[in-house]
């Protein structure tokens, strides 16, 4: 239980550094940030969008204990990285490999905290062992 929830912060955190850093990103280097945007045939007002929802989806996951909307916020985040990664191999500019890096660490944090939420309602359900 302590090591599941160990691997969870940490790749917890190496996930929240990606998203805050391609936030940062977004609007340190606007303008290469927003022709990218167009080349993908996207609109540019979409960065602002997707970095406030990338701010509300990681605030989600690391203070609400909602299991409803926890799940939405990880939905999002894999809906955001592997169309972003299709967008890129489509129009092949570049392989989108940040985005498949992301959507592992995605992945490995969202069955860390099944596995930690199933332990926990376990523990709840038939009483708390003496050794904990």
């Known amino acids: 239980m302590i090591s599941q929830k160990k691997i969870y912060y940490i790749v917890l955190g190496l996930f929240t550094t990606a998203v805050l850093g391609s936030i940062l990103n977004s609007f340190i280097n ?6 990218t945007f167009l080349k993908l045939g996207y609109p540019i007002y979409l960065i602002q969008l997707l970095g406030l929802f990338q701010i ?3 605030s989600l996951i690391w203070f609400n204990k909602s299991h409803w909307s926890l799940e939405w916020a990880f939905a ?5 990285y592997s169309l972003g990664a299709i967008s890129h191999l489509v129009i092949k500019d570049g392989n989108g490999a940040s ?3 992301c959507i592992i660490l ?6 860390q905290s099944k596995k930690i939420r199933e332990s926990n ?12």
């Open 121 to 132: 309602n376990q523990i709840s359900q038939f009483g708390k062992p003496k050794y904990l």
């Open 106 to 111: 995605l992945f490995v944090t969202y069955i």
């Open 76 to 80: 999002g985040f894999f809906m955001n």
């Open 99 to 101: 985005a498949v890096i």
């Open 56 to 58: 509300i989806g990681l």
């Open 30 to 35: 606007y303008e290469a940030v927003s022709l």
